[in-house]
């Protein structure tokens, strides 16, 4: 089974909101010291995963990719809204291998956990090859949990930025400030090093930008 690239989610997104999301991931990635990191967002037309922020492996290439609802571990998570540890994907039975092969990059180990928002799961977050730390470590469990409790807020408001821009000018402006949530992030992961501390300073700044775009759009 092969990624097929999408040509309609990713066009409704602005720059900032990719840029954000970019951010994100690259969070994920220092935090856990992995090879690669995902947000895979539901298309809620077709149901399908589609790879909407990439850091690490196939970072250059995956941006738009889709894979059918229940495809692989990140399917798996996405149906059952459970998060997954799997410390060897050859003894997963919920590993797709032809779905991996077709990304480019097979790994070993895979950490994912559902973005809930409103009781409905509206994406994944895949944390592929994460570093030698024990897989079992519960703290790591702790803050792949919490990092994709912060993050499903945050792509919740960006999933309603997405909205015709009749829509936007309709819809309440309250609700929308990102910087107090990205902060939390920043203030309760664990292991914050230099770099991490660096990435997240980014994210509160591209939040207020994205935040400036859309009330000067509202405003036009």
């Not at 994100?24 to 090879?35: M, P, Q």
């Not at 571990?73 to 540890?85: C, K, T």
């Not at 097979?106 to 090859?129: T, Y």
């Not at 203030?187 to 230099?194: G, I, N, Q, T």
Request: hydrophobic share 45%; with cysteine; proline share 5%.
């Amino acid at each position: 089974m092969e990624a097929r690239v999408s040509t309609d989610v990713l066009e409704s997104a602005g720059i900032p909101q990719r840029r954000l999301l970019q951010s994100i991931v690259e969070v994920a990635r220092s935090v856990f010291g992995a090879a690669a990191t995902s947000v895979m967002l539901v298309d809620p037309a077709s149901g399908d995963l589609v790879f909407e922020a990439v850091a690490g492996e196939g970072e250059r290439h995956l941006l738009g990719s889709r894979f059918p609802g229940g495809t692989g571990i990140a399917g798996w998570v996405m149906v059952s809204g459970q998060p997954l540890v799997v410390d060897d994907v050859t003894d997963n039975p919920q590993f797709a291998r032809d779905a991996a092969e077709s990304t480019g990059y097979v790994p070993r180990s895979i950490m994912a956990a559902p973005l809930i928002c409103d009781g409905d799961c509206i994406g994944v977050l895949e944390i592929l090859d994460r570093d030698s730390r024990p897989r079992s470590d519960l703290g790591d469990m702790a803050s792949l949990g919490l990092l994709a409790i912060e993050m499903a807020t945050v792509l919740e408001v960006i999933v309603q930025l997405r909205r015709s821009e009749a829509e936007r000018a309709a819809a309440p402006r309250t609700g929308h400030d990102l910087s107090p949530l990205l902060q939390r992030v920043a203030e309760r992961l664990p292991r914050a090093d230099e770099k991490v501390g660096a990435t997240v300073t980014r994210l509160l700044m591209m939040a207020d930008d994205l935040l400036a775009d859309t009330l000067a759009d509202g405003d036009g």
